[in-house]
């Protein structure tokens, strides 16, 4: 068995047929030229230099997605469809270029990682048995598909621009007014540049439990282009990412059912139709798995969600009959340890849908099969993530059921503000709600009535998967509501399972009744609009004003009126004389209809009304960090060797009332060593709090004779102090925050630091309110 031959179908035993082109282009090329055309232009509008985009494309090809091609290919024992091999070589790029790039860099030479891509295309150009890999199939993507595909990654675009370009400015004034957790991100970028320590650079001495893994690829990237590593995570990085994630969904669901139109649909279904809102005014309210907006706001989970889409594809693989290659293993192993240190909430859902595979196999047989062997290499892997990776420590998360309900829109409406009270009839009754309106878009799930169907491992897998995410976000909490990423990491496989349990119900080479299927669809989204636009109207006027009846009803009557529709579009398939099979179909699509409908038409209201100029592109927002800090930050780095340590009186985010210790803009931009900046997302930090002692922001410092120190050097400063302080710890450098206090724009006064320092130590820049200090 090879990592992507042909699968053997059990659920729809006729494939589809790709596209034969042995042409330089196909019809698909176009629907390529447009998505590329148009993430482009987003791009170039939201100030990425051309030639940035230019450099990244390059490096994206050249040294990623090309060589890795290759090497699927030759795993793989050939050619498959161009974009599909595309897009594994994308992850097999990515796979290799991790413990590449870790090596080259503790040696010193960071961009020898350029060496694998160069060794693999020399390997396979002079190679007699590796040239054939340079020649294509001639196989292309359907059509139909490849559009689907196009235009779902400009409406990944489209949502992005809004959501996240407009807030995350790349360039002066606006860069003040970003996601706060980006500094975080560029500071962990930064940290692998300049090496491979495992300590986080706002606080010296604390270990990095974290799942890192994407950041020396951002790191690589850096090197390799030059392109700074802010604007590689605002706005460059995970576009690869998605676009090869679309893909390989598209690849796993026609794997598993053979039909091209059941990868289309599961890309449709996982980022516009995982959830269903019968309220006009809010497209989310509840949690529900979306993934659209994270994909730049949380790097980490793009990276894993594609590895592990990735994982399931050659695992379906190993599961077909036929012999066991050893390559296939291999991969998945490789696989599935990089996706180990990419999130931390894949593995225990990966773990979850092989124990049930597992479980369902032993019932059936009483035989271990392939699933045993791939659940023990992800309980190794499992192992060493949570022992190594991230110490044994829980970051914040614990087990306490519901909570999440309270952070949700309809939580606010019924339960008024968060607060520790469980009042658990609404808690339970909300939470199902929500269970609800995401199972609305897994009505495919009808085909487990089929024998074929239900006993597929690989439906086991997903099923698992799903299910496991989807109760965690229920069960776990999280100060930052992290949980979410248990949702968001099991809904697209959701997606898979109903897009291929719809074509098991779709009997192979029988004509499906495209009129009645069309007329299914617009029930769906006629009932969907219906409701929002009369009891999903009205809006919660305040908190805690609305009852559970309230902000249940409208769900329950959606519910109600599409099955009312399916139970119609059954007598009038009995009428038709269609398949029984083909009748459960067709009544699964209005339900499908209105969870996608929920998703595009819940678009609508992100774009405010156009306005002239710069200003529309970047609104007025509170700054995150101090004027000047980018600048301050670079000259740094610029005028500092990678192992100088560095002090700073900047501990709290700019603007926050109170302490808010996300403030990580100097470790971001200088990519040094700072002895104390903000200290949140630290193992020590969620310690010092549970859920309700607004941990993520707010915890103390757990050294307050160290931090006492350092502030004493820029705000009482002495000849004394800050010759013993700089020695004592081996400070190289002080920055200093020297705003005026302004209660207007939440400057407090405690931050001005004294003028005095300058006696003590060398001005050498300065930038805003920012003075950077060279100690004598």
């Known amino acids: 068995m090879s990592v992507g031959t042909a699968p053997e179908q059990t659920s729809a035993p006729a494939t589809e047929q790709t596209q034969d082109t042995r042409g330089p282009l196909s019809p698909g090329w176009a629907a390529f030229l ?11 509008y939201y100030d990425v230099p051309a030639g940035d985009l230019i450099k990244f494309a390059g490096y994206t090809l050249l040294a990623g997605t090309l060589p890795g091609m290759l090497i699927w290919r030759a795993l793989r024992g050939g050619a498959g469809v161009l974009a599909l091999d595309a897009a594994f070589g994308t992850v097999v790029g990515f796979v290799v270029e991790l413990p590449v790039y870790l090596l080259a860099r503790a040696c010193g030479v960071p961009l020898a990682v350029l060496a694998w891509p160069v060794l693999t295309l020399v390997l396979f150009s002079a190679l007699p048995g590796l040239r054939r890999h340079w020649r294509g199939s001639g196989r292309r993507l359907p059509v139909g598909v490849s559009w689907t595909v196009a235009i779902v990654m400009l409406y990944c675009v489209g949502r992005a621009m809004p959501q996240t370009f407009r807030s995350t400015g790349v360039i002066d004034p606006h860069r003040l007014g970003m996601i706060l957790d980006f500094p975080f991100q560029f500071a962990l970028v930064g940290l692998f540049k300049n090496g491979v320590a495992l300590d986080v650079p706002w606080v010296e001495g604390v270990g990095l439990s974290y799942h890192w893994y994407v950041y020396p690829h951002g790191a690589a990237a850096s090197w390799i282009t030059g392109i700074e590593p802010e604007m590689l995570i605002l706005r460059l990085l995970v576009v690869p990412m998605i676009a090869a994630f679309l893909l390989v969904l598209v690849a796993l669901a026609h794997r598993l059912s053979g039909r091209w139109w059941a990868g289309a649909l599961a890309v449709v279904l996982a980022f516009a139709g995982t959830a269903i809102s019968p309220f006009a005014w809010d497209d989310r309210p509840m949690y529900n798995g979306v993934i659209t907006e994270h994909f730049w706001q949380s790097p980490t989970q793009t990276y894993a969600v594609l590895l592990c889409a990735t994982a399931l594809y050659v695992l379906a693989g190993l599961f077909e009959p036929g012999p066991r290659r050893i390559a296939a293993w291999c991969t998945f192993a490789a696989l599935t340890g990089v996706m180990a240190g990419a999130k931390a909430t894949f593995m225990p859902i990966l773990v979850c849908g092989l124990l049930l595979a597992v479980g369902v196999r032993l019932l059936r047989t009483r035989k271990l099969g392939a699933e045993a062997i791939a659940l023990a290499i992800t309980l190794a892997w499992f192992g060493f993530a949570q022992l190594v990776l991230y110490s044994g420590g829980a970051q914040g998360s614990t087990v306490d059921p519901l909570q999440t309900v309270k952070w949700t829109a309809l939580g606010y409406a019924v339960l008024g503000m968060p607060d520790p009270a469980n009042r ?39 099923l698992g998967i799903g299910l496991s995410g989807t109760v965690a976000t229920w069960v776990f909490s999280h100060p930052g509501l992290s949980q979410g990423y248990f949702a968001r990491s099991a809904s697209p496989f959701l997606a898979v399972l109903s897009a291929v349990g719809l074509a098991a119900l779709v009997p192979a080479g029988r004509k499906a009744p495209r009129r009645l299927i069309a007329g ?114 670079r000259w740094l780095r610029a005028h500092s060797a990678t192992g100088d340590l560095v002090a700073t009186n900047s501990h709290c985010r700019f603007g926050a009332n109170g302490c808010d210790s996300r403030d990580f803009w100097l470790a971001a931009y200088s990519e040094r060593q700072v002895l104390v900046e903000g200290w949140s997302y630290t193992e020590p930090a969620f310690a010092a709090g549970g859920l309700w002692d607004h941990t993520l922001a707010a915890s103390p410092f757990w050294d307050p004779a160290l931090l006492a120190a350092n502030d004493e050097v820029f705000y009482r400063p002495t000849a004394a102090n800050t010759a013993a302080f700089t020695r004592a710890h081996g400070v190289r450098w002080l920055v200093a925050v020297g705003t005026t206090p302004d209660p207007a724009r939440g400057v407090k006064a405690e931050l001005h630091a004294s003028p005095d320092l300058a006696q003590f130590a060398t001005p050498r820049f300065r930038a805003g309110d920012i003075t950077v200090y060279e100690v004598r």
């Open 520 to 633: 299914a669809a617009a029930l769906g989204v006629v009932a969907l609009v219906a409701v929002q636009f009369t009891a999903g109207r009205l809006r919660p006027p305040a908190p805690g004003t609305w009852s559970t009846l309230h902000a249940v009803a409208p769900y329950l009557l959606l519910t109600v009126i599409l099955i009312a529709v399916a139970g119609a579009l059954a007598v009038a398939g009995r009428r038709m004389r269609l398949d029984r099979r083909l009748t459960v179909a067709v009544m699964a699509v209005p339900f499908l209809a209105a969870s996608i409908a929920t998703g595009v038409i819940g678009s609508r209201g992100l774009w405010e009304p156009a306005t002239a100029g710069h200003a529309n592109r970047y609104p007025e927002l509170n700054a995150v960090m101090p004027a000047g800090a980018a600048e301050a930050g």
């Open 34 to 44: 447009v998505a590329l055309a148009g993430t482009a232009a987003a791009l170039l």
């Open 424 to 462: 658990y009839l609404p808690l339970v009754t909300l939470a199902a709600t929500a269970v609800l309106a995401m199972a609305i878009s897994w009505a495919g799930l009808a085909a487990v009535a089929r024998r074929a169907f239900r006993w597929n491992p690989m439906v086991h897998v997903l």
